[in-house]
């Protein structure tokens, strides 16, 4: 037997030319097929994000915290916090806080009652634009504007336990505490001992309940 011949006549050399020819033929499809299966793992995979989007905050809620509202803190004196308002037409006025001038304190079996004149202090653009529409001095001096166009005078019960803070005359400008019939005698004009020029000054009252519950001097150069 020739070395070169394999048992069955056929050269050796052709039958390992037989099974690279297979090898060849076989690799490039095992390739192909390892390619398009990564490739549907990864277009798999690529849906499956696509199918589970990262979830959101429900309509209406913000991502970032909530904060509360800065409490106000007591000043040199009262300040408005709004524009001019419509005036009410009755004497009764809804909770909230007004800048008046007081008239009068009267005492009944209802007991205490203010008579005040209400009037608008105005700061800011606001008082620029007040002070423009009545003819004024724009800017507004020391940034305020008091508009009264309206000389109805109304009355509401004030509360025996109401709190009085004023500016003691010759000081500046910070509320003390005050006594509410030493207050009620200086507007009657009875005695205006602690509240001279009470005719000058106005006051922010606040009403809660239909009854005026505190009284707070708004001081002015």
């Not at 509240?195 to 001097?217: F, K, L, S």
């Amino acid at each position: 037997m020739s070395a070169r011949d394999n048992g069955h006549g056929q050269p050796a050399t052709d039958g390992r030319a037989r099974r690279n020819r297979a090898i060849a033929v076989i690799a490039p499809v095992l390739i192909a097929l390892g390619t398009f299966g990564i490739g549907y793992v990864v277009a798999s995979r690529g849906n499956d994000t696509q199918a589970s989007p990262t979830p959101s905050a429900p309509s209406g809620e913000s991502s970032s915290p909530s904060s509360s509202s800065p409490e106000p803190s007591e000043g040199p004196s009262e300040e408005a916090s709004e524009s001019v308002s419509p005036v009410p037409a009755s004497d009764a006025l809804p909770d909230g806080r007004y800048y008046v001038y007081a008239t009068a304190v009267s005492t009944s079996s209802t007991g205490p009652a203010l008579t005040f004149d209400l009037a608008y202090f105005l700061r800011g653009e606001a008082a620029n634009e007040a002070a423009g529409e009545h003819g004024g001095e724009v800017p507004v001096p020391n940034d305020y504007y008091i508009v009264n166009d309206n000389p109805t005078l109304r009355t509401m019960p004030l509360s025996p336990d109401g709190i009085v803070r004023y500016v003691p005359e010759g000081t500046c400008c910070h509320l003390k505490a005050g006594d509410l019939d030493a207050w009620s005698a200086a507007v009657n004009g009875t005695d205006q001992k602690d509240y001279p020029n009470m005719e000058h000054w106005g006051w922010w009252i606040r009403v809660t309940d239909g009854e005026i519950v505190r009284i707070a001097q708004q001081w002015v150069p």
